[in-house]
């Protein structure tokens, strides 16, 4: 292999055996961030595209809103924390429309019974080929490798998430999964898993992908989505998407599964209508998604496409606790547009990985500790710099340094911090009692 091959090679974060985004708990993000900064290849794809996303972001308000922007992150702001504070009106209002609408409606406490939710259903209805749009929850839930558990073949449908799985690999950005690889590194998994001649062109690589995928759509009975708002008046799922794929997911397949948080609701498509301003120029600095899809419930008489079955698997999975700490309740009001990680300075040098979880950079350094548990992630809330750019980026203005902070007096509070930590601010502490020791202190 040739100093130019090995400058393209992606870089391996994980030590042999390891998962990605699931490790041996507790985590220690260092020696994954000492690894990732090493990279000038990694740090060359996840600065140059979260730089172009965070600059197409400013422009894309700055054009439209200008001054209103902040407005406009205020009212976003509201209308998920008037939804959180009436969580439980909603989500009934939910379910009654939906069922009403004909979709059948899942309550799932954990990961794990969602999943099960989710194989029963495939099994009840012989299910053998499911197709797949991005979907972080069901990143969370560990929900592909269980349907590969069970013989259900599934397949991911979003560009960036097919090469991931072709490639044995996870995502690393929550809009842009596959933003620390380069197209060397996807031009060498395509020659070595879908048999085709090397090629490093962008538009002849998509091609591959796009044949080889539309041959699934026509093979599958199963179609699996995430959604990015469910709307209470009308048990609507909303979808944004900009390659169809999470089109044909809905509309190929016999049977729709959509797996949802229970932070995804909003009153309205009058408040829907916000969010999805917000959504897609904080994400990719575009006005709308290429394709905003909208299912309420299974395809009628008329239709002449559409799922026979469609069920919507509301899925906790921690979200309860958090939105019972009202100290904490801020981070569920996120929209997973990804601002805050294009910002981050801290993102841009070490990227997904070294976070260690299925949400990373700012808002996944909140939601993983809370999710997972502090004592197993404690290191992730002193993974930023407090600059308060991810603050700024952010389209519902959550405060996230100001969690983080609280979030890092929650670690020591319960003890998880180490033995020299503890000696070296316990000696600080004591050289500010005494002037001569913290006079000594500055002048050393």
């Known amino acids: 292999m040739t100093t130019t091959d090995k400058q393209h090679e992606p870089v391996t974060l994980t030590r042999k055996g390891e998962s990605i985004l699931f490790p041996d708990l507790p985590y220690d993000m260092h020696a994954r961030s000492e690894r990732a900064v090493t990279s000038a290849a990694l740090i060359e794809s996840v600065e140059t595209a979260t730089f172009a996303k965070h600059e197409h972001r400013k422009k894309a308000f700055a054009e439209v809103f200008g001054d209103r922007y902040d407005n406009l992150r205020d009212l976003g702001g509201r209308i998920k924390q008037h939804t959180l504070a009436h969580l439980d ?47 972080m ?27 991931l799985q072709i490639d044995h690999d996870a995502p690393s950005h929550i809009v842009t999964p596959m933003i620390h690889k380069n197209r060397q590194a996807v ?20 091609m591959i992908a796009r044949r080889y995928l539309r041959s699934k759509y026509r093979d599958a009975d199963l179609g699996i989505t995430g959604a990015n708002f469910l709307v209470a008046d009308t048990g609507s799922l909303v979808i944004c998407a900009n390659e169809g794929n999470a089109t044909f997911c809905t509309t ?3 049977v729709h599964v959509a797996f949802v948080g229970i932070e995804k609701l909003v009153p309205s498509f009058e408040h829907a209508a916000v969010l999805l301003k917000l959504l897609a120029r904080s994400s990719t600095g575009q006005p ?81 500790p809370l999710f997972k548990g502090l004592g197993n ?4 809330p002193y993974a930023s710099s407090l600059c308060g750019a991810c603050y700024e980026a952010c389209p519902v203005k959550i405060d996230i340094p100001r969690l983080l902070v609280a979030l890092r007096r929650k670690v020591t509070e319960c003890g998880h911090v180490g033995r020299l930590e503890k000696m070296v601010f316990a000696a600080y502490a004591a050289s500010l009692k005494r002037r001569w020791s913290y006079e000594l202190g500055g002048w050393l």
């Not at 929850?137 to 090469?163: K, S």
């Not at 992630?377 to 992730?380: D, F, R, S, T």
Request: charged share 25%; hydrophobic share 40%.
């Open 89 to 135: 009106h909603y989500l009934e209002r939910f379910i009654d429309n939906a069922e009403a609408a004909g979709a059948q409606v899942h309550y799932a406490n954990d990961a794990e019974q969602a999943n099960a939710i989710c194989v029963d259903i495939a099994r009840r209805e012989k299910l053998t080929a499911c197709v797949k749009s991005k979907s």
């Open 137 to 163: 929850l069901t990143e969370e839930t560990h929900l592909l490798p269980t349907l590969e558990a069970v013989g259900i073949e599934t397949l991911e449908t979003d560009l960036g998430e097919f090469i």
């Open 187 to 206: 031009a060498r998994a395509f020659v070595r898993e879908l048999d085709v001649a090397y090629t490093e062109d962008p538009e002849q690589l998509t």
């Open 252 to 254: 190929a397949p016999r």
């Open 288 to 368: 709308l998604t290429i394709y905003t899809d909208i299912v309420t419930g299974p395809k009628r008489a008329a239709d002449t496409d559409g799922p026979e079955q469609v069920h919507i698997i509301l899925v906790d999975n921690g979200r309860s606790d958090i939105l019972a700490d009202a100290e904490m309740r801020p981070t569920l009001q996120c929209i997973r547009c990804g601002a805050c990680l294009n910002a981050c300075p801290v993102y841009r040098k070490v990227s997904g990985h070294s976070y260690g979880a299925v949400y990373s950079g700012p808002i996944g350094a909140l939601v993983t």
């Open 377 to 380: 992630y404690k290191h992730l």
